[in-house]
């Protein structure tokens, strides 16, 4: 499936609709019993189309979670994860994403993560998420592909249903997710 017919099957999505998914992908992860064993956790802020996280990453603060947004740094253009506290100003990167300003004290190594929630344009059920081409989180998380069958942190994409694919072809380069979350649910791949 290419990448347009996704990203229309995604912004076919009506915004009452958007919000009542957030809502029960929410319910699903705020069940999920391996989250009761997760502190440090990232996520991201949800441009246009995508998925909105704001109830999640305010859910997850009340929980007592550490929760860490992506912030695309200006000199290197590498993605790293600093730790969000209500309140905290943000600032639009150069894609015009929303993310915190840059305080090298309050980031985290991206290993010392106990779960990521991975924006995506597509996924299939065999764990291959499609991104939107920077492959920020593929290089944040390549210590994945050659540190053997790590389990941290877990690797979580979130997406509509509707943007599930056919199996997906990986690239050499691509981090393979260890779960999906949908409005529709949580599905753990088999590794």
Known sequence: MDRST??????AIPPVLRRRYA???WHHLRQWPELSRMFDIACYLGTRDEFQTWLMIKGLIRMGKRVYLPVVTSGAGEMVFQRYLPGDPLTSNRF??????????RRIAPNK???VIMPLLGF???GHRLGMGGGFYDRSFAFRR???RSKQPFLLGLGYAVQA??????QPWDVSMDGILTEKG????KR
């Open 146 to 148: 050659h540190s053997g």
């Open 113 to 115: 993560l106990n779960l």
């Open 124 to 126: 299939d059920w065999q």
């Open 96 to 105: 015009g994403i929303a993310q915190p300003l840059d305080h090298a004290k």
């Open 165 to 170: 694919c056919g199996r997906l072809t990986p």
């Open 6 to 11: 996704l990203k229309r099957r995604r912004s």
């Open 23 to 25: 809502l029960r992908a």
């Open 186 to 189: 949580i599905h753990i791949f």
